[in-house]
C-alpha cells in the first residue's frame, strides 16, 4: 500500500497523461496507435496530440512512474519498431482517481483571455471594441468548426461526444458575453481615458495603503 500510494503522489495528473491510460484501459497499444485513434475520436479537441514529442514524453512519465509497461515491440518490415505499452494495477486505479478529482474539483487555470481582459485599460474604448469585433469574428468562426466536428461524430453515442458539446457551449458562451461587452463599449456605456485610469490606479493604491495600516 505504501508503494502503491508513492508511485501515484509522484505522477503528475494531466489530460493527455489521463487519455493515455484510458486507451491503455481498453487494450495494449503503442504511441503511434494511441495519436491516431485519439483524432479518430475527436480526442484531439482536448488533449494536445499534435506534437508528437508531447505524447512520447507522456508517455515516458508515465512508465517512470510504474503507472503502465512495456509488454511487448511491434515489428514490421516498412516502418521502425514500436513499444506496445500496457497498464499496470497501480494505473488502472488510478484512472478512476483522476476522473472523479478532474470531475468533482475546480482547479485554477490561468487562461490568457481573462488576463487581457484585466489589462483592458491600457488601450482606448474604441481599440478595445475593435479587437473585440475580432475576436466575435474568431468565435463565430470556431462555432462553425465545433458544430461541424459533432456533426461529423455524430455517429458516436452521446457520451463520448459530451466533450465536444461542452467545449461548444463553452466557446458560444464567451460570443454572447463578449458580445455583450462591445455592445456597451459601442453605446458608451462603459468607457475611460488616460487621465480617469491614474486617477482610479491612485485611490486602489491609497485605498490598500489605508487597508495594510489596519492589520
Keep these: 500500500m505504501y508503494i502503491h500510494t508513492m508511485i501515484k503522489a509522484n505522477t503528475k495528473r494531466s489530460p493527455l497523461a489521463l487519455a493515455v491510460l484510458v486507451l491503455?484501459?481498453?487494450?495494449p497499444m503503442h504511441g503511434y496507435g494511441m495519436q491516431q485513434q485519439m483524432q479518430r475520436r475527436g480526442e484531439d479537441e482536448i488533449v494536445n496530440v499534435t506534437q508528437p514529442n508531447s505524447l512520447y514524453q507522456t508517455i515516458a512519465r508515465l512508465r517512470r512512474s510504474g503507472l503502465i509497461v512495456a509488454s511487448t515491440v511491434h515489428r514490421d518490415k516498412k516502418r521502425p519498431e514500436r513499444i506496445v505499452y500496457e497498464l499496470t494495477e497501480v494505473g488502472r486505479s488510478t484512472i478512476s482517481e483522476w476522473t472523479r478529482e478532474l470531475l468533482s474539483k475546480q482547479s485554477r487555470e490561468f487562461p490568457e483571455f481573462p488576463a487581457a481582459i484585466s489589462f483592458l485599460p491600457v488601450l482606448t474604448p474604441k481599440d478595445a471594441l475593435?479587437?473585440?469585433?475580432?475576436r466575435v469574428e474568431a468565435l463565430k468562426i470556431e462555432l462553425a468548426r465545433l458544430e461541424g466536428r459533432l456533426a461529423a461524430f455524430q455517429f458516436l453515442p452521446r457520451l463520448f461526444r459530451l466533450e465536444m458539446e461542452y467545449l461548444?457551449?463553452?466557446?458560444?458562451a464567451e460570443r454572447q458575453w463578449v458580445l455583450a461587452l462591445a455592445d456597451d463599449l459601442r453605446a458608451e456605456r462603459l468607457v475611460w481615458n488616460k487621465a480617469w485610469v491614474r486617477k482610479a490606479i491612485r485611490s486602489l493604491a491609497q485605498a490598500h495603503g489605508a487597508?495594510?495600516?489596519?492589520?
Excluded: K, P
Design 211 to 215: 487597508d495594510r495600516e489596519q492589520l
Design 168 to 172: 461548444h457551449s463553452q466557446v458560444d
Design 24 to 27: 491503455l484501459y481498453e487494450s
Design 130 to 134: 475593435r479587437q473585440l469585433e475580432t
